[in-house]
């Protein structure tokens, strides 16, 4: 690895899923295993920047050389984001974040109903951790990189994306292809980041994880001219 400077860039990640608790003992959560953000946080150190990884609950170890942050729910992966983005040079959203969550979690364990066959869970929404990161004031704002997983029109829908977020640069996966994405060691990927003129793109064809992280962090960095 490149040694650390005080110019070495400092490169957020959130990265895995998040938890909403509904009782002491339950959750909503999704399948995000974490890989993609943790090969992000491998690649980043590779290429010397200083590396902070938020990460919500995944079975994997800490790449060397990279701080980690554990967290649960969507609000305390935002907590972190928020207060770690405004020294961060880059921040990268690479977690799963759940849009929703309880409105009121038990504080005691939900118990069966006996003599009901529904129970009608009320959710409200997370905050956009990136969109909010995206938003802060120029001077406390990092370049900002997003995911995008979509099953059609990636161009489209990831440019669409980029916009409403206020992203720099957003990495649109096709989750719809076998062997891709979600848990799997592969990705395949349409990067698309803004420039003076407009967007520029380029499609990285199916490949593994930690490859891809490479040429998403290359990509990143060049345009901070590191
Ligand atoms: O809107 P959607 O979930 O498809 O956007 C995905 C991107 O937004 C990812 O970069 C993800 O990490 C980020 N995100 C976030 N906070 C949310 C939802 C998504 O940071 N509540």
């Not at 993609?36 to 980043?44: E, F, R, S, V």
């Not at 206020?166 to 979600?182: E, K």
């Amino acid at each position: 690895a490149t040694p650390l400077t005080s110019n070495s860039p400092h490169v957020v990640i959130t990265a895995g899923p998040t938890r909403e608790a509904l009782d002491p003992v339950r959750y909503l959560s999704n399948h995000s295993s974490g890989k993609m953000g943790y090969a992000l946080a491998a690649a980043a150190v590779a290429q010397g920047a200083r590396v902070t990884l938020i990460s919500g609950p995944v079975a994997l170890p800490t790449p060397a050389g990279v701080t980690r942050i554990d967290v649960e729910s969507a609000e305390q992966m935002h907590q972190e984001a928020m207060r770690l983005a405004p020294e961060a040079t880059l921040f990268i959203g690479c977690a799963a974040v759940a849009d929703y969550r309880s409105a009121s979690p038990a504080e005691h364990k939900l118990k069966k109903q006996a003599d009901r066959d529904t129970l009608t869970l009320t959710l409200i929404k997370n905050p956009d951790i990136i969109a909010d990161v995206a938003a802060l004031p120029a001077g406390k704002r990092p370049m900002v990189v997003g995911f995008a997983a979509e099953t059609q029109q990636l161009e489209q829908y990831a440019h669409d994306k980029l916009n409403r977020k206020g992203l720099d640069m957003i990495i649109a996966n096709d989750v719809s292809q076998a062997g891709l994405g979600f848990g799997s060691n592969d990705n395949a990927a349409l990067l698309l980041w803004r420039t003076a003129q407009g967007t520029e793109h380029r499609l990285e064809a199916p490949q593994p994880k930690t490859q891809l992280a490479q040429g998403i962090i290359r990509q990143a960095l060049a345009l901070l001219s590191f």
